[in-house]
């Protein structure tokens, strides 16, 4: 059996070995010597290759901004059309009617600006062929301190200065074309630098960035860059972030239709549960491009790869249209991230998760909404209304979004909260180690294995074997069996996810997942799942099944008159008795009726039925509180 086999069975790491005979290399040690060689100091070095890079090489695959190497060296002649995979989905953003999905035209490439050339610059500075630039750490990292030490000598800034005296060069090195943008790429980089950082790369060495706590930067350097001023706008962003308002259009469309959102005024007439992060499956550009057009849908926020910046186009207070279901529409806010699914190498930089956590951090304190995986939700953990729009139901982010690093950085890490007799675990791989197999990620040869690379999902297998089918998932899969796709997560559970256990063999631990038991490898030397405690629910006594819905939406009672009665439709699924899922929230019915662009006739219907929400699948799903027992585990 191959290695890929045996990683598709198991789920277990698939690691590039090192060629025998080989050393490894000593990335820690190349840092070391381009900074000695251009003259650059080495925490400046390290904390701009952690801000865009955390040290990775990334096989020298490009970023969704064509950014190679551990130095994010970018090259416009490597960016090709970003392919588009978002639609909206199948419902009617506002819920109450059935609409056709819309899908973009696709976009052409941005035109190649300076921050699209520096690894041009950077072969002709260190005299490195672009192509060992993209390819070889070495040469990369090279380039890197070349390109520093460049920009250092351009303003005029001293060479021989401390670290604080690069900030004019850091803030150039992220290539933003306003100096907000710049600014908080450099703030970012220095906080790094204060902070100090540790980790294990991709070729499996540890690199250190030891503290510098008495760093002070010098900003007066930014205003040498000449670069515009942002766009402030009306954004509820913190000021230590660079955010600018593009917003989204409220336009009457005429024949009773109307475009890209609703007004609202949340949170005086609907709390706000959830934020709900995507990814955005196309480039930056096309995509303020499509939040700008009445007739598409929105969200609430747009984040640039390159260096985190932020676009607000929906005020938070009203109810943008981007994640499928209205229920959760009404009651969320949505993050559209710059990146592909399907494209591991395409990576999320660490610029733009970092400003991301940031800009969550503060909108859950100023909402009131709890840093866990119930309240704050991938795109693809969103369930479906009814069981017909079940299969068009997204999967952005996908199993490359590292959630264990996300929660690190929201300051609410991931961790074992059980002793060893608990009857529920939170899915919790090493994601750098955690490498499972997928197919899928090569437009032009679609059934070829997806390149290894860390992952934040497991495998749910029926039994304790690796050669065990996947679990089946009958709503996205009425008639066929779950697959290996990374566009599938119809038998995976991911890093955050907590579920109840059904089971224990020999490495494999099983849980209850869509109305069965779903196994997963979790061996005690390498675990990907710790124990856990909170609330679980199972059906009461002499209840042989209980529904399960994708909405909690007020009993027929509470609707008032002239609004029509949303029927409330269970999903597809079975959760029977003597099973238990876990409970992530309690919710009472509520539905907002807005389906005019007189925002004046808009209503929230409340009703006093009571739901949970239940950790049901990949997906979260609701269940009546009078149908099911709550215990602690």
């Not at 490597?78 to 953003?93: K, V």
């Not at 009425?478 to 020999?506: C, M, N, W």
């Amino acid at each position: 059996m191959t290695a890929v086999a045996v990683a598709a069975l198991t789920g277990l790491a698939l690691l590039s070995p090192t060629p025998a005979g080989a050393a490894p290399p000593d990335r820690q040690r190349l840092f070391t010597e381009a900074a000695a060689k251009y003259g650059v100091p080495e925490s400046v070095l390290l904390g701009v290759s952690y801000l865009e890079s955390r040290w990775d090489a990334n096989a020298g695959r490009p970023s969704t901004s064509a950014g190679f190497g551990p130095m994010h060296l970018t090259d416009a002649a490597a960016l090709t059309t970003a392919r588009q995979h978002h639609s909206t989905g199948t419902e009617d953003p506002r819920g109450d009617t059935a609409r056709p999905a819309k899908t973009p035209a696709a976009s052409p490439p941005p035109v190649a600006g300076p921050s699209l050339r520096t690894l041009e610059r950077a072969a002709e500075l260190t005299g490195a062929s672009r192509e060992s630039l993209r390819a070889d750490p070495a040469a990369n990292i090279m380039g890197g301190a070349a390109l520093l030490a460049d920009y250092q000598r351009q303003l005029g800034a001293p060479a021989d200065g401390g670290p604080g005296d690069w900030y004019g060069a850091v803030a150039r090195y992220s290539g933003a074309a306003d100096a907000a943008a710049a600014r908080s790429f450099a703030d970012e980089v220095y906080s790094v630098i204060a902070e100090g950082a540790e980790r294990v790369v991709d070729s499996g060495e540890r690199v250190r960035l030891p503290a510098v706590p008495g760093v002070r930067p010098a900003r007066r350097w930014l205003d040498r860059l000449g670069l515009r001023k942002p766009r402030p706008g009306q954004v509820d962003c913190p000021r230590s972030l660079s955010c600018e308002w593009i917003p989204a259009p409220y336009q009457d469309l005429g024949a009773g239709d109307y475009g890209n959102h609703d007004i609202s005024d949340r949170p005086k007439n609907q709390k706000i549960e959830y934020i709900v992060i995507h990814d955005t499956e196309t480039l930056y550009d096309p995509t303020l491009r499509l939040v700008q057009d009445p007739a598409y849908v929105s969200w609430h926020y747009t984040l640039r790869s390159q260096d985190g910046h932020i676009a607000q186009h929906v005020r938070t207070k009203d109810a943008a249209w981007h994640a499928g279901n209205w229920y959760v529409n009404a009651k969320s806010i949505g993050l559209e991230h710059e990146g592909f699914l399907a494209q591991g190498g395409a990576w999320y930089t660490e610029a733009m998760y970092r400003t991301s956590a940031k800009l969550v951090r503060h909108l859950a304190k100023e909402y009131g909404i709890p840093l866990d995986r119930a309240h704050i939700l991938g795109h693809d953990n969103v369930p479906g209304t009814t069981p017909a729009t079940v299969r068009g139901m997204h999967e952005d982010p996908g199993p490359y979004w590292d959630w264990a690093h996300y929660f690190d950085l929201l300051g609410a890490p991931l961790h074992r909260s059980g002793g060893p007799r608990g009857q529920s675990v939170v899915i919790l791989p090493d994601y750098q180690r955690n490498q499972p197999y997928y197919y899928g990620c090569d437009a032009e040869n679609p059934d070829a294995a997806c390149p290894p690379h860390g992952s934040s999902s497991v495998w749910l297998h029926t039994e304790p074997r690796a050669d065990a089918p996947l679990v089946a998932d009958i709503g996205k899969h009425p008639t066929g069996e779950s697959l290996y796709s990374v566009y599938d997560h119809s038998a995976r559970a991911s890093t955050g996810q907590r579920y109840a256990l059904a089971g224990h063999e020999g490495e494999w631990t099983a849980i209850w997942y869509l109305g069965q038991k779903a196994w997963f490898h979790n061996p005690p030397a390498n675990p990907v799942a710790v124990p856990s405690r909170g609330l679980v629910v199972t059906p009461k006594p002499g209840r042989a099944t209980v529904p399960v819905y994708g909405r909690a939406y007020p009993e027929p009672e509470a609707y008032p008159a002239g609004v029509p009665v949303q029927e409330l439709v269970p999903l597809q699924y079975t959760f029977p008795a003597g099973q238990r899922y876990t409970l992530g929230l309690t919710a009472y019915g509520e539905y907002y009726r807005a389906v005019t662009f007189d925002a004046s006739r808009h209503v929230v219907v409340r009703g006093k039925l009571k739901y949970y929400q239940i950790q049901f699948g990949h997906r979260v799903m609701f269940v009546k509180a009078d149908d099911v027992t709550v215990s602690f585990s």
